[in-house]
Structure formats: C-alpha cells, structure tokens
C-alpha cells in the first residue's frame, strides 16, 4: 500500500525557513516524478514544485521561485522541500503527492499534510 | 497561463439526486490532462479522474468525467451522502480550478 508521510511543519517567522520531508513506502519511489502542493487556511489547492526520477528536472510556481527547492534522496525514499525567505502568504498545509505518470499527470496518492504557519 | 473557472462555486443537492460541476479552461486544453479531485474537510483531495474521463483506482462508477477543449463535466449520477465534499479540476498537472463545494440542501 503507498503511503507518504509529511513531516517538519511548524510555526516560523516572516523571513525564517523551513525543511520539510516526505517519507514514501509502498512503491518503488525512484520511478515516480514527486510534487508538492499546498493549500492555504480555507482556500483551494496550489501546486508548488515538481521534481522528477533522478532529480535532473525541478519545476516550481512563480511565486516561491528563488525562495524554495525541491529535491529527493532515492535511496532514502524520501522527497525534500526546503523553504527560505518564508512569508506570510506561505502559510498552509503542504501536502507531498505522487504523479501518476510524467510531469503533466494528475496526483495519485497524497499524504496527509504538514502545517506550515509564517507568523511574527 | 491557463485558468481554471469552476461553476457552481456551491451546489446544494439532497442525496439521490444528479450531480453536475462544470469546468471551464481559459484556453483549450488537452483531455489527456485534465483531471478532478474530491476533498473532504480535514483530508488530503483524492484523485476521481483523470484523462477527463478515466476513473481512479476505487472510484465509483456513478462518479464519470466528459468534455474536450475548453469544456469540462464532472457528474455524479446519484448522491451518496459520502459525496458531500468540495471538488477541484486540473490540468497538466499544475493549475487547479477554485473549486466547487457540494452540500446537503
């Protein structure tokens, strides 16, 4: 059975930074492209960042460009964003999800989301 | 960028009855990607459909997808109350629509 478990949410400061992770079992991780994707206190879903196999492509929104980076340690089973010069508007819930396919598929399996709250 | 329209933002139905969410694309997309989740308060969306119209492991068949181009259809034929939750369409895997919440009426 798949299962992806979020961890390292957490209450920051405006400008503060965060590692989330992202622990996989039940697939064999190093054959999927990983996504994160968030959702805000009360508003809908935000794709954030993609990352695929072997970690040679990485795709982010516009507006955490710069700021986050996604990355992956197959042998680990485990998915990675790291998020610096956090704002206010970076406030939500961060769910790490796998694509059924290549870059452009839908999220077939999701975790259950980490909380990530930017507050002075 | 391609922007994802949802109508109603709310529908209110009693269980039984015909469910129909509509999702409109800025510009025409590809079937292959377009894709409608269900989310219930407190749980990760879960994937209904993808290839505008291929159901998920799972996935009920009174849940079914249609559309092509701009136009897209997620319809549920008879309303279990398990159904009552708020649904979002994609494409490509990136945009989401802003969701339609289905309620008891």
């Known amino acids: ?120 | 960028e391609i922007v994802l329209t949802q109508s109603p933002g709310t529908l209110s139905l009693s269980p039984g009855e015909r469910a129909t969410l509509s999702c409109r694309a800025s510009q025409s997309v590809s079937s292959s990607y377009l894709a409608w989740y269900q989310q219930k308060p407190g749980q990760a969306p879960r994937l209904l459909i993808y290839g505008a119209s291929s159901r998920a492991s799972g996935i009920p068949d009174r849940f079914s997808g249609s559309g092509s181009g701009t136009d897209f259809t997620l319809t549920i034929s008879r309303l279990e109350p398990e159904d009552f939750a708020v649904y979002y369409c994609q494409q490509f895997g990136t945009n989401f629509g802003q969701g339609t919440k289905l309620e008891i009426k």
């Open chain 1, 1 to 120: 059975e798949v299962h992806l478990v979020e961890s390292g949410g957490g209450l920051v400061q405006p400008g503060g930074s965060l590692r989330l992770s992202c622990a996989a079992s039940g697939f064999t991780f190093s054959s999927y492209w990983m996504s994160w994707v968030r959702q805000a206190p009360g508003k809908g879903l935000e794709w954030v960042a993609n990352m695929n196999q072997d970690g040679s492509e990485k795709y982010y929104v516009g507006s955490v460009k710069g700021r986050f980076t996604i990355s992956r340690d197959n042998a680990k089973n485990s998915l990675y964003l790291q998020m610096n010069s956090l704002r206010a508007e970076d406030t939500a819930v961060y769910y790490c999800a796998r694509r059924q396919g290549g870059s452009g598929s839908p999220f077939d399996y999701w975790g259950q989301g980490t909380l990530v709250t930017v507050s002075s």
